[in-house]
């Protein structure tokens, strides 16, 4: 019989369990379109989707890039729009300003002008296919069973931010020993956060994008 009309010789499928709450892993997201647009709103380029409910959000794909669970997939809504108020479209703006923060090697507290202009985006597409620090949590899915969500972006603050955005990943709860290029973590923080007069401001290479 032909392999596509007998699966008895077939390997199982298998099956996954849930990544740990709190695992930090730097991730590529990517956006489902899903046709909506309101250009006075900024969401142009088909990304949004609206659902049966009015809410608008972006349906988002996380692709783990490195380290123990590397290509695990995990999916989460960004809010962009709730008809019950504001406070889900608030978290969404607030998940985005973290990921342009992680994405794009930028301070919370820093309120210099290329930082502003690295929290702005000319089109959502800059989103599809942004790489960022991710914290992965877990949720109930519709039958009451653990699944994986991600809502919050890892920003320069956190101690083990420059080692997953820009070199190996290590165990998680050990020392992190190990070098990228040469560079123990050390270095490459002196070099990610130099003086000005030193080198240039890490979000300098995104200012001709509003200029």
């Known amino acids: 019989m032909a392999r596509w009309n007998d ?12 990544i740990p709450s709190g695992t930090l892993v730097k991730v590529r997201m990517t956006l489902k379109p899903g046709g909506y647009d309101n250009p ?36 989460s809504l960004i809010g962009m729009h709730s008809p019950k108020g ?11 300003r973290g990921i342009l923060q992680s994405a794009r090697n930028i301070k919370a507290e820093d309120n210099s002008p290329p930082a502003y202009k690295a929290r702005q985006l000319q089109s959502l ?8 620090v ?12 653990p699944k994986n969500v991600i809502k919050q ?3 320069p603050e956190h101690k083990q931010y420059a080692q997953l955005m820009f070199g190996q990943t290590a165990p ?5 020993t190990a070098q990228q290029g040469g560079h123990s973590q050390a270095q490459l923080q002196s070099q990610l956060y130099s ?10 290479s995104y200012n001709n994008q509003w200029d």
């Open 7 to 18: 699966f008895n010789d077939a390997t199982d499928q298998g099956s996954y369990d849930v």
């Open 40 to 75: 006075e709103m900024g969401w142009t380029g088909g990304y949004a989707t609206c659902g049966d409910t009015g809410a608008i959000y972006l349906n988002a794909e996380f692709t783990v890039l490195e380290g123990q669970y590397a290509k695990r997939k995990v999916w």
């Open 86 to 96: 504001l406070e889900w479209e608030n978290m969404g703006r607030s998940f985005v």
């Open 125 to 132: 597409s800059e989103l599809d296919g942004i790489e960022f």
């Open 134 to 145: 991710a914290k992965v949590s877990t949720e109930k899915d519709q039958y009451d069973e």
């Open 153 to 155: 972006a890892i920003t």
């Open 172 to 176: 998680q709860g050990h020392p992190q």
């Open 195 to 204: 003086p000005p007069d030193s080198a240039p401001h890490p979000a300098e």
